[in-house]
């Protein structure tokens, strides 16, 4: 598994990761950041690419 | 950043031989939008809070060079040379050398307190004399300048931007939000000066006052020159390489010759490569959007691991580069978020919301959309990459 943490203290919810890994990472109504913190193996390069794309650089991923 | 993600790029797509990074600056790899923002406030903050962590993938087979720039190209020996005289021979050649910024547009004189923001040597020497109360005068309105801004009215200095322009990030964002960022800095204090540039400075040993060209004089205990940046090619004076406004390279990201021909080993990513995007047009531009050394990087990895496995690099090459560029800002408790080349435009035109609350704003040349920025509301902005996705007819 693949675990997810975003640093709510720098995420200014820009959702450019969301366009990434859509699976994962979500804009709610109030356009406010969601995602979930467990994702398989096989959504590595995705995820990656997520993490790569925020401009606040918040989106760690770690291989659990 | 852009080396970074070319490295990545390379072994994602397979390659799994040595790679050597050269880089002029002490430091591995970092983010640089924090340096005008957290990084600029935050005492004790430094490479460790903006570092791009090192994957997997590069922890083996990788050798560090820094503090080391790179001072020739042999293209034809394949070889560049460091600034010790130490030789370091490729196979394949990222140029990801990224910008400076330009200088005082008048004589110095020597004078202390004068700064620079690109560096994170930069934005800590800067962030010791951004002290509260200091009289800070910032040269330039584009997206540097306005952070710095921002980030001192917010520690209490007392600012003034000195800017040619009509409005603040005119080229960028056009007279509508231009000017409406010009009413929040304002709001936080900041004073403007338009239409001005500087004609001299007061001090010893350092700046205490700057004139500006219309004789008004201004207290300035920190000069910050923040008028754009040059392209570092001239390293690559006199290798065959067309370096005029940055490395020109093809929709492989492969670096052309003066004399037209492309060097399928030579690459050129991030700030510094010049290339056309078939989203909007086909004459090659440097683009300085955050996105892009990731965008260019990849693109760039992929075509690096075909050309040393020995594949034909050709029909990828010719798959074209059509990265959506995006932009993003904060100042103050305005998020700014932009998709497209805002500046390509020849108007724009409120579509949604308030200038001064939140708002979407497009961006046309003709009757063609070619940009979107908006201040919040971030899905419907989001919602507006999809509309750039088919690539311009060429005429």
Redesign the interface.
């Known amino acids: 598994m693949i675990r997810i943490d975003v640093d709510m203290d720098k995420c200014?919810?820009?959702?450019?990761c969301?366009?990434e890994a859509p699976e994962v990472f979500q804009?709610n109504a109030d356009?406010k950041l969601e995602y979930v913190a467990e994702a398989p193996d096989e959504m590595l390069?995705d995820l990656?690419a997520a993490?790569?794309?925020c401009?606040m650089?918040a989106i760690?991923i770690t291989?659990a | 950043m852009a080396g970074l993600r070319t490295a990545e790029g390379a072994r994602r797509a397979g390659y799994a031989g040595p790679i050597e990074f050269l880089g002029a600056e002490a430091h591995a790899p970092y983010n640089r939008p924090p340096l005008s923002k957290e990084l600029l406030q935050t005492e004790g903050h430094g490479h460790a809070e903006v570092a791009f962590p090192i994957r997997s993938a590069l922890e083996e087979g990788v050798s560090w060079v820094l503090g080391r720039a790179a001072v020739s190209l042999d293209a034809a020996r394949r070889v560049v040379v460091d600034d010790a005289g130490a030789e370091h021979p490729y196979s394949a050649l990222v140029i990801a050398t990224g910008l400076r910024p330009r200088a005082l547009p008048i004589d110095d004189h020597g004078l202390g307190g004068i700064h620079v923001l690109r560096t994170l040597d930069d934005a800590v020497a800067l962030r010791d004399v951004l002290r509260p109360g200091a009289n800070v005068v910032i040269l330039g309105s584009g997206f540097v300048g306005c952070e710095i801004a921002a980030t001192a009215a917010k520690n209490g200095a007392t600012v003034s931007i000195v800017t040619q322009s009509r409005v603040p990030l005119e080229r960028a964002l056009g007279p509508l939000l231009g000017a409406e960022m010009r009413r929040r800095h304002e709001e936080h204090g900041v004073r403007f000066f338009t239409g001005e540039s500087l004609f001299g400075l007061v001090g010893d040993p350092g700046v205490e006052r700057v004139i500006l060209t219309s004789g008004v004089m201004l207290e300035c205990d920190v000069l910050i020159v923040a008028v754009g940046s040059d392209p570092n090619t001239e390293w690559l004076e006199g290798s065959g390489l067309e370096v005029s406004n940055g490395v020109l390279v093809d929709g492989g990201l492969r670096a052309v010759g003066v004399d037209g021909a492309v060097h399928p080993e030579i690459f050129a990513v991030g700030d510094v490569a010049r290339y056309a995007n078939p989203l909007f047009d086909d004459v090659p531009r440097r683009v300085e959007h955050w996105n892009l050394p990731t965008e260019t990087g990849k693109r760039a990895g992929q075509l690096i691991a075909a050309q040393l496995a020995g594949d034909d690099c050709e029909p990828l090459a010719a798959a074209g580069f059509a990265p959506l560029p995006s932009f993003w800002s904060d100042q103050y408790d305005a998020h700014l978020l932009a998709f497209g080349m805002t500046y390509l435009a020849d108007r724009s035109e409120l579509v949604a919301g308030r200038v001064d609350d939140e708002c979407v704003v497009e961006y046309y040349r003709g009757d063609k959309l070619v940009g979107v920025c908006g201040i919040g509301m971030r899905s419907a902005v989001q919602a507006y990459r999809t509309r750039f996705a088919t690539p311009a007819p060429t005429a």
């Not at chain 1, 200014?12 to 450019?16: E, K, L, P, V």
């Open positions: 200014q919810h820009y959702g450019q969301v366009f804009l356009d390069a990656e993490a790569d794309v401009p650089q760690l291989r």
